[in-house]
């Protein structure tokens, strides 16, 4: 079998697979979590998110090429062992709080890539089993308002954490403790919201509180947080388009839900001191670098 290339730069452009002249394409209906199979050749362009399924799904041998870790137990779910809270536990895994959300999923599959730890809250397991099958444990939530609201198993799932991404509202208010934690990533609509008028306003009063809410809780944590304020999310392809990170622009414009993804995994490592809070949508500029765009606004926002 050829090599593999991997590519890092793009959301779009993860994973280029070139040796084989015909490859199997998964795609993944995020709404129903069902895949399908279809034959398309090399030269053809493929997803973004359909060639991270192809190496997801690829098998025990790409994982030993990656010197990915050891497999988990077979049903995924998080052993015993794993959700001990000891006081010189290692923490190295992240946690995203939504795995059904689809920018959650996204996260997950980016963080796959990077042969990070990833824990993820889900409601049901054996779906997000299906779709994520050994790299990602998972933590079954009771499906209630508010989701997780287990609180028991909510802290042992934040055993062996480093980072939490939220990739949505409505995480934060049930966090008892934030004991080991290092960075706290919230991807946040409140602008979005707070712009909104008319019947709007009416339809995202809920929305709009549990966000102020969130922000707050996470400003007051004393744990280094990046709250990325996004425009309006919308299901359009990511990693072809530039942005703006004017300040006001999240209230008017627009982000790509994969760009938000991409984002997300982008500041993961790119703890503020204290912490970083800025906008961002889709717009003329082009991020060449995100790891020295996040220094320098780091930098600024610590003056």
Not at 9 to 33: E, I, T
Not at 91 to 115: C, F, H, P, Y
């Amino acid at each position: 079998m050829g090599s593999l290339s991997v590519c890092l730069n793009q959301p779009s452009k993860f994973l280029c697979f070139s040796p084989c002249p015909q490859l199997w394409c998964r795609n993944w209906n995020w709404k129903s979590n069902k895949r399908s199979l279809t034959c398309f050749s090399s030269q053809k362009k493929i997803g973004f998110m359909d060639q991270i399924l192809d190496y997801i799904e690829g098998g025990p041998k790409l994982r030993k090429w990656y010197g990915a870790p050891e497999l988990l137990p077979k049903d995924g779910s998080l052993s015993e062992e794993d959700m001990s809270s000891e006081e010189d536990e290692v923490r190295d895994a992240v946690l995203v709080t939504d795995g059904d959300n689809e920018i959650g999923q996204m996260i997950i599959l980016s963080l796959i890539i990077k042969r990070t730890r990833i824990k993820a809250l889900v409601k049901d397991k054996r779906v997000a089993m299906e779709a994520f099958g050994t790299y990602v444990e998972v933590a079954a939530m009771k499906p209630i308002a508010g989701d997780a609201r287990d609180r028991s198993l909510l802290k042992k799932a934040l055993s062996g954490v480093r980072a939490v991404i939220c990739p949505n509202e409505g995480f934060i208010s049930n966090l008892e403790s934030w004991k080991g934690l290092q960075h706290v990533i919230l991807l946040s609509q409140l602008s979005v919201y707070r712009g909104s008028s008319g019947i709007q306003t009416i339809v995202t009063a809920n929305a709009r509180k549990q966000a102020e809410q969130d922000e707050s809780l996470v400003m007051a944590s004393g744990i280094p947080y990046t709250i990325i304020r996004t425009g309006l999310l919308i299901n359009a392809p990511g990693g072809n388009q530039n942005f703006n990170f004017k300040e006001g622009c999240a209230s008017q414009g627009k982000l790509s839900k994969e760009d938000a993804a991409f984002i997300c995994v982008e500041a993961l490592e790119a703890v503020p001191q204290k912490g970083l809070i800025f906008e961002v949508v889709n717009g003329e500029d082009k991020v060449m670098d995100w790891k020295e765009w996040f220094a320098t606004l780091i930098d600024k926002s610590e003056v």
